[in-house]
C-alpha cells in the first residue's frame, strides 16, 4: 500500500477539531479514541515503511541470484542405483572372484 494515498496521517487526526452541538459528544472521550486511532496510523506507518524496505531488498536479492550464472553439474544423471552399480563392478575387478568363495 502506497502511504502517500492515505487521507489522513497521525497529526491531522491529532489536529482535528469537532464541533459541538446542543447535546454534543463527550470531549475527553473523542480525545482518548483519537489517541488510539493516532497510535494505531503510526504503527501502520511504520509496519508499512518497513515491509517496503524489505520488498526492496528481496526484490534486489533476486534480481542478484537471477542474474548469477547457473552452476554446471556432471551428476546431473546419476542415481544411487548407478553408484551402487558401478561400485559392484569396480570390486569385481579389483577383488575378482574372491568375493564369490
Known amino acids: 500500500m ?5 487521507r489522513l496521517n497521525a497529526k ?3 489536529e482535528k477539531d469537532f464541533k459541538t ?11 482518548q479514541f483519537l489517541d488510539v ?9 511504520k509496519e508499512i515503511d518497513r515491509l517496503n ?10 534480481q542478484r ?3 548469477q550464472p547457473k552452476p554446471q553439474t556432471s ?3 546419476i542415481t544411487n542405483y548407478d553408484i551402487l552399480k558401478r561400485l559392484s563392478n569396480l570390486e569385481k ?5 574372491k568375493l564369490y568363495d
Not at 37 to 45: A, C, G, N, R, S
Not at 53 to 62: F, G, M
Not at 93 to 97: D, K, T, Y
Request: glycine share 8%.
Open 2 to 6: 502506497d502511504t502517500k494515498k492515505l
Open 12 to 14: 491531522e487526526i491529532l
Open 21 to 31: 452541538g446542543f447535546r454534543g459528544y463527550d470531549q475527553d472521550e473523542v480525545d
Open 37 to 45: 486511532v493516532i497510535k494505531d496510523y503510526e504503527q501502520f506507518h
Open 53 to 62: 524496505e524489505e520488498n526492496v531488498k528481496l526484490r534486489k536479492e533476486v
Open 65 to 67: 541470484s537471477s542474474e
Open 75 to 77: 551428476t546431473a544423471g
Open 93 to 97: 575387478h579389483v577383488f575378482g572372484s
